[in-house]
């Protein structure tokens, strides 16, 4: 093999626009290494992770320039069937990304498909599964799997031809520390295989130690270029400054202790809980919550999966009925009803969340002081999309939409469920901002996240679950 | 987006017609659910009226996703199928069958894109899911015969059905027609309001 | 992995089988010894509950035949009530056989057996999504009503009397582009891992016929048999 992956002065023009989205990237990858591609959204990451396993531009059509290889294969010119043995790929979103609803037949999906034959597959799908630990995952169905197990289980299956080459594209996006963790061990069992591993983040402190090479992707050029050392040294700042997140995560954990709610009852507190217990009947997932969050003031929730964040959300904004003890507004007792009048819960899919044909018409529903329309629209960077289809607009400018429309319903409890998953620096800045903005209409704002930048930043004080 | 300039289907585009069907056959099993509570028996003739006033709009969709041949006969056949599975007469899967092709016919006589003729399209396509109810109209002679056999008049009964048949069919007909028309027309507005607005299409 | 249980091809059978019982004239002994074969099934596979709630459909619909029909006078109501009692009386063992073999056939075995019956990949591969898809719109579903719960709208039974087009609208359209997103997403994926190579798929779910499959044709066929040799009327 000559070539494991070449770019030669590689552009990429989508369909129907007037520029390119890649500019001239040169890039060269031996056998074995392990690289980074990062940058700021629209950078032109995905594009050319697309590039390199073949989706583009045969699928997602436009026009390549220059002379594009992977694995001797030739971008524009080899079927995407050519790539399916030699180039292995993992996705972003755990929820679409599986064809099938089972483990077992999930990680048989790509032996089947090449026509091996059944007893070679059963004992592969043992083989691999005890080699990246995911075999007690065999018997389950992926529908009730969390995310991370998920994302697990589409790592394996991506080996399961035992590829050259595997891309990662952001697969952490929505993971928790824990879940992150294991996805490192994976990644460096298959890179001590001699596997070439390619790897697209935003969150970069789990790299460390596995990457080799570190490249930053700007408006469609590579415009800087690391070895593993170099980048190490690079500083939080220095990194910030290049729109990355942090490496060093430790001084934003110190900060995290930091804002720990040491006392838990506070006489001023908006919203509070007095032993409060929230789960199911069967089932309580957390017991004796004696919480309290101020008004105007931004409350982290955090913790790992699985420890009640969710439950504890549904539970606040009235979506789920306690088990025992009582939700306090203003110290006085609130029904659930009452909660829901109060609350909005901003999902992290906003394709759930939209449901008219303009920002303006979206932003009126159910508003009660329609009148601040354009105050609004303007605070929120709104205004040039009011006639806009929600649907049309990106993430972060969705997001913004839905905010707009829970403070114009005169909501007073605001709480974010994982905001900035899959943002990079700057939107989470961006959205940090936002945040303190917030606070200056004294709502009652709870943020749910794993980002642990956000909270050590832009949160005032933090509530740790532990399992 | 992910359209190919191929005039034959490609594998993509059978995995969304997979996700629209999967839609349609929902709304199909919420309009069953809905007319069973009307007349018990009887009513369930009229699933195909409430499901083409609901899911005017994933026709649609699926026709602006995939606008080739094939895509609604697919559609129309996979329904057939489920007919069999259910344990439903037989002839049922046939029609359903032959209907959606005429109406995967029709839709590509006019392109896929004009408005009018996927409308006309649609209605053809409405009346797919009848095939259940044919026996019920056109060999209600199982019934007769019991009933024969308990002592009724024969001529009586062959009238009692002959008119109620009759009668069913022509309501079934028509309002077939009319909800699908009906819901043909919001499903394009939706589209035009929604996914056109939003560049989905 | 081998399928326990029946094979879901004999399901299939069984299912067909009810739909050429519809074509024939059974006396009442006959009808009832094909019932109870049919429903035989949910018994040995633990699910007594929808076996014996068939068995009182039967009964209900058996004894209103008999001793309610002679008695309806009206046209409408005797189209109705025979259709009730006799027509689906008919129709109940094909509707036996699909139930038992929707509840106890995985989707993984659904897609096996449409492969090994060389089902062809115009139709297989947009079965399969349909298959996968239904618990995805289900969460689907969960999540917009919630968002609908907080935004107030469609919460009440009254919303949807009021506003039936509006509130139907407000679930559809999210429902909709979210579940075109999924395909996209979807298709990326799968063409990953190979779906559209030539040549031929294995499976790795393998259908196995057994002496309780041949069993449990041969005694669907038993009142076919009886009925034709008019040993019993």
Known sequence: MTRMIQSNAVSFQYLHTTEAFLKDININVNKGECILICGASGSGKSTYSRILNGISPAYIEGELSGEHFTADLRAGESEIEEYVPKVGSVFQNPKTQHFTVDAMSELAFPLENTGVDPEIIREKIIEKSEALEVDHLLDRNLFEMSGGEKQQIAFVAANMLEPIILILDEVTSNLDQEAIERIRNMVLKLKATGQTIIIFEHRLAWTRGIVDRYLLFDDGKIKKEWSADEFNQLTNDQLHDLGLRSMDLDAHREQIQLKLKASNNSANAKLSTKNLAVGYLDHKVLNNLDLSFNAGEVTGLLGPNGTGKSTLANTLSGLQESITGQILWDNKVVSKKELIQKSYLVMQDMNYQLFSDSVENEILLGAKHPEYLDDLLNALNLSEFRDRHPMSLSEGQKQRVVIASALLSGKEIIIFDEPTSGLDYEHMERFGNLLSDLKKSKNVIIVITHDEELASKWCDSIIQLKK | ?201 | MIVKGFDPRAKLLMIILAAVYVTIDLSILLEISLILIFILPFFVSNLPLIGSSFFVIYVVQLLGSLYLLPYVESPFFIYIVSFIFNGFRLLLPGIIAGTFAIKTTSVSEWVATFKTLRVPNWLLIPIAVMLRFFPAVREDYHHIRKAMAFRGIGTSALDLLKKPATTFEYILIPLLMNATQVAEDLTVSALTKGLSLPGKHTTIVQLKWTVSDWLLIIAALIPFILNIGGTVS
């Open chain 2, 1 to 201: 987006m992910l359209e190919s300039k191929k005039k034959k289907i490609q594998l993509k585009e059978h995995i969304s017609i997979g996700v629209y069907t999967a839609i349609y056959f929902i709304i199909c099993a919420l309009a069953a659910g809905l007319t069973v509570l009307i007349i018990p028996g009887y009513s369930y003739a009229f699933i195909p009226v409430i499901t083409s006033l609901l899911a005017g709009t994933i026709y649609m969709l699926m026709v602006a996703k995939v606008p080739k041949f094939g895509a609604i006969s697919i559609m129309g056949s996979i329904m057939g199928i489920f007919f069999l599975i259910v344990g439903r007469f037989p002839g049922a899967t046939v029609i359903a069958i032959v209907i959606s092709i005429l109406a995967d016919v029709i839709a590509y006589l006019f392109k896929y894109r004009n408005k009018v003729g996927v409308l006309f399209s649609y209605i053809i396509f409405s009346y797919s899911l009848i095939g259940p109810v044919v026996p019920m109209i056109f060999f209600p002679s199982f019934y007769q015969d019991q009933l024969i056999e308990q002592g009724r008049d024969a001529a009586y009964i062959e009238g009692v059905f002959q008119s109620v048949s009759e009668y069913t069919l022509i309501i079934l007909v028509v309002s077939i027609l009319i909800m699908s028309v009906i819901g043909g027309v919001f499903g394009q507005r939706m589209m035009k309001k929604h996914f056109e607005k939003a560049g989905i299409v």
